[in-house]
């Protein structure tokens, strides 16, 4: 912790952020269960009839993770049948960050690659735009509420980035790789993982079936069904994987690398920032 303390001043852009996170003293740590509590009943306010756009699409993925927060990780767990533990390790795999790399959790929510990054012996920050989701969490790395699109972090500052299942949710993909660039110091290296559609028509159909049909009954029954409609749905966000590839050496990264997991139902960018 001392190793990140000492980075800390060197890290954040701004230090009334630090009051959010300073050390293993965040206020969302020591009032996570007023915060689930404050969750209960709320609305699920993500639109079933259109995907929004824009500021009105930022607002609304920020307040369904603050209404699925305290029951994330048991749908996440049992959704994926634990598969995702796997990929965010085969991510860190991938990335290699030499030893004590300090390397940031974006969309970090309930600090599963931070834990992930502690394994590692690495100094994890976390920074995720729902106060609920970082209510939850379950990781003594430093978090901080903020946009991955203006990241409250200076340039250069760290030594990689990790990012698990948030590029759907991003209101611009090339203002976030250009954010990644910015604050990646030259030669760090970054992992951006998310779900992903099967290229086998086989494989395809069953995804349909599990993440159209059953997945949002999962949801229901243990969280909020119409947030976990929003999933599939959401995955229309997303670019061809050319394109995203593309725009990741547009910002300025080299060794960009495209990797299809378990038969195509995740992808994993990473790449190297030049
Ligand atoms: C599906 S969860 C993934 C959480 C975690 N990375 C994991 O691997 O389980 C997506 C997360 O992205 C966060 N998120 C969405 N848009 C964001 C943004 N613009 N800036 C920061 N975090 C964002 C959400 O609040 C949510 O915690």
Partial sequence: MMRLAQRLPFLYKNYSFLNLSLVGLSPWRVRPAKMAAATVGMVNPMPTDHLPEGEAK??????????????????????????DVGLRKKTMKTCAFAPNSLVLDLAAGT????????????????????????????????LVQGDLLTLPILNESVDGAVCGYALRNLVELPAFFSELHRVVRTGGRIGLLDVSRPDSRFLRSGYD??????????????????????????????????VMMQML??????????????????????????
């Fill in 209 to 242: 079936v599990y993440f159209n049909r059953v997945v949002p009954k999962i949801g229901a029954l243990l969280s909020d069904g119409s947030a976990y409609n929003y999933l599939p749905r959401s995955l229309s966000y997303l670019p061809d994987r050319s």
């Fill in 58 to 83: 930022r607002n609304a993925v920020r307040e369904m993770f603050d209404t699925i927060a305290p029951r994330y990780d048991l749908v996440n767990r049992v959704m994926t049948f634990r598969l």
């Fill in 111 to 142: 600090g599963d690659f931070c834990r992930e990054l502690h394994k590692g012996d690495h100094l994890a920050v976390g920074v995720d735009l729902s106060y609920g989701m970082l209510a939850a969490a379950r990781t003594s790395a430093p």
């Fill in 249 to 274: 050496r547009d910002a300025g990264f080299v060794d960009v690398v495209h990797d299809q997991l378990q038969g195509g139902l995740s992808q994993l960018l990473t790449a190297t920032r030049d």
